[in-house]
């Protein structure tokens, strides 16, 4: 039980982490424009560490509920937000690293940092593939591969899969940052509603009644989505600057970090005192 309040707290632990990074380098006078840019600055370390982070604590509460499944997805496309870069516009590159884009180009990752994403990368995918292979052979030799848990273990292989395979393309380090960051609040969101409406049927574990959680759960679910394709349309409309102001993503990504934190802050108060979080 104990430990997986611990686990949950961590995961708060390192939003915080990762806001506070955010905050120093605002206060210091680093021009950011958004979290993602965190990676160009003295705080690199942090915003990795902290979604790496975020990302073991979504793989230790996955369980047999699709809520928990949906959880385990988001956890693992934190990792691609964490090691593949976004491209910025050169002078927002130049301000940040103090070299912008190569000539004729507006917006761009460093050669040098796409070069780490890649080994990230590749890293990450042999791992994710040990790690999946490894839950399989366990789970057929206590015989609990059954075709639901094969159906997510298939999903799961899909999602490997297409990193893989799309990260060899140039479009990949242009996009791959913004894709991975798009799923995980649509992993996150659809986590939400699905656990909205079990709730008034499984209960809680801990303070507060069935109704408010699956209210507030439903709410919080509407809102990271909400965020979540407003700040897609921006991106790939590309007037979000024009029309909102040079620091429109950063706004728009505190709000989603800030929804996240919310969730689990709601998880944590509902699961107090539960025991297993494997179990449902």
């Known amino acids: 039980m ?6 949950r707290l961590a995961l708060l632990a390192s939003v915080v982490f990762l806001s506070v990074a955010v905050a120093q380098q605002i206060v210091a006078g680093v021009p950011l424009r958004s979290i993602s840019a965190l990676y160009y600055t003295p705080g690199r370390s942090v915003f990795v560490g902290a979604l790496f982070a975020v990302s073991l604590a979504l793989v230790v509460l996955a369980g047999k509920s699709r809520r928990r499944f949906l959880l385990l997805l988001a956890g693992m496309t934190t990792p691609v937000i964490a090691l593949v870069p976004p491209p910025l516009p050169s002078g927002e590159l130049r301000a940040l690293t103090g070299s912008g884009c190569p000539s004729g180009m507006d917006r761009c990752p460093p050669p040098e940092a796409t070069d780490a994403a890649a080994v990230g990368v590749l890293s990450y995918l042999v791992v994710a593939a040990l790690v999946l292979t490894a839950s399989i ?6 015989r609990r591969l059954d075709r639901a848990l094969a159906v997510r273990t298939v999903l799961a292989i899909a999602l490997l899969v297409a990193l893989g395979a799309w990260s060899p393309y140039p479009s990949f380090d242009y996009l791959g940052h913004y894709a991975a960051a798009a799923l995980f609040f649509f992993f996150i969101a659809a986590a939400a509603g699905v656990h909205s409406a079990a709730l008034p049927e499984e209960g809680t574990r801990g303070p507060g009644s069935a109704r408010f959680h699956s209210i507030s759960n439903g709410v919080l679910s509407v809102l990271i ?18 029309v909102l102001g040079p620091q429109w993503l950063l706004i728009g ?28």
């Open 2 to 7: 104990r430990t997986y309040r611990y686990v």
């Open 137 to 142: 052979v366990l789970a057929a030799a206590e």
């Open 225 to 242: 989505s909400g965020v979540d394709v407003a700040l897609v349309l921006l991106v790939l409309s590309g007037t979000a600057e024009r």
């Open 253 to 280: 990504e505190a709000a989603g970090l800030g929804l996240f934190a919310a969730f689990w802050v709601l998880q944590t108060v509902e699961n107090w005192n539960e025991s297993n979080a494997a179990a449902r």
